[in-house]
């Protein structure tokens, strides 16, 4: 933690395509913002007018059945934020204003490469206040079934321990420990695809989601194959995926954690509650801070596009399941 000082975005980024769910085209901006602001997304009318803005944050959590959604009393703000929010807590990203003209995050691939792509077009700058850091102290753990999710002790920094077992020939039981840096996560999780079965569509479609998957945007996978033509990015691209999801559940702790999270055939619920348990036992964090190294630099609102136009064609979007 030594000279971590908090971040914010060089310059504004514009990034487009379409909700996996909704099958709506949208577009985010990713704007600068000040000491201290966190992540906060504002949803924006067509017009650019600001039409609600909410923190994101543990609180602000309505549903976790096949994404992350965040929204507040008066309903859903946005919805599908976790590959978003894992990139920029995997870039150490502090204070970011995300105007959204939809109601969920873009898909774009899948993964949360082209949010990584986007936040290097924009560029990181130091802030003048050091970093806060939520410190795990001692072990909080919820188990739900088969399904286990702990958050323990960690003096390293943050780590992922994931597990995952499918009854499918191409995925099984895979297993990944990360200690979640920049250069790791840009490695080894950033480029890892959402996936879902193609037994499964009829099901989600009739449901209301999927709308907007295509094999542009997700891993499907048949009985005994992978439909989409260029294969896995990965040997172990699932267990990987999932690795991703819960950086981006996680993040919603509000600051980056000192910790190292278990999962166990987990998904976006058993996140959820693991961190509100955590959040729930005062005794079991605290709020620590890094001392800053440098002076700050002032950030601009300078306006960059990274747009992307995902193929809107028939494929599957699995559920929250492992």
């Known amino acids: 933690m030594k000279g971590a000082q908090q971040t914010t975005l060089r310059d504004a980024v514009a990034i487009s395509g379409v909700g996996v769910h909704s099958g709506r085209p949208v577009t985010l901006t990713l704007n600068p913002a000040d000491d201290d602001a966190g992540i906060v997304f504002q949803r924006v009318a067509a017009d650019g007018s600001l039409e609600r803005e909410i923190r994101a944050d543990v609180r602000a959590v309505t549903a976790t059945e096949f994404a992350t959604v965040l929204g507040d009393a008066s309903g859903p703000l946005c919805s599908t934020a976790e590959h978003l929010l894992a990139a920029l807590r995997g870039l150490n990203v502090d204070n970011v204003v995300i105007e959204i003209d939809g109601p969920e995050v873009p898909i774009m691939d899948g993964s949360a490469a082209a949010f990584v792509d986007a936040l290097d077009q924009a560029g990181l700058t130091s802030r003048a206040l050091p970093r806060r850091y939520i410190e795990v102290l001692k072990t909080i753990r919820v188990g739900r079934g088969e399904s286990l999710g702990e958050l323990r002790p960690y003096e390293y920094g943050f780590r992922v321990e994931a597990e995952i077992q499918f009854d499918h020939p191409l995925i099984g039981k895979q297993a990944m420990a990360l200690d979640i840096e920049p250069n790791s996560f840009r490695r080894e999780i950033a480029r890892a695809r959402t996936f879902g079965f193609m037994k499964d569509v009829s099901k989600l479609w009739s449901a209301g989601f999927a709308l907007g998957a295509s094999f542009d945007n997700t891993l499907v996978i048949s009985e005994d194959?992978?439909?989409?033509?260029?294969?896995?990015?990965?040997?172990?691209?699932?267990?990987?995926?999932?690795?991703?999801?819960?950086?981006?559940?996680?993040?919603?702790?509000?600051?980056?954690?000192?910790?190292?999270?278990?999962?166990?055939?987990?998904?976006?619920?058993l996140n959820h509650a693991v961190l509100s348990a955590l959040m729930a036992d005062t005794s079991a964090w605290r709020v620590v801070e890094a001392k800053p190294a440098v002076e700050a630099e002032p950030a601009r609102r300078s306006r960059g596009h990274a747009e992307v136009a995902p193929a809107m064609a028939a494929a599957a979007y699995g559920p929250d399941v492992s």
């Open 225 to 269: 194959r992978v439909l989409n033509p260029e294969g896995l990015r990965f040997a172990d691209e699932f267990v990987r995926h999932k690795i991703l999801d819960a950086l981006g559940d996680l993040a919603l702790a509000g600051q980056p954690l000192l910790a190292a999270y278990k999962t166990v055939r987990g998904g976006h619920k």
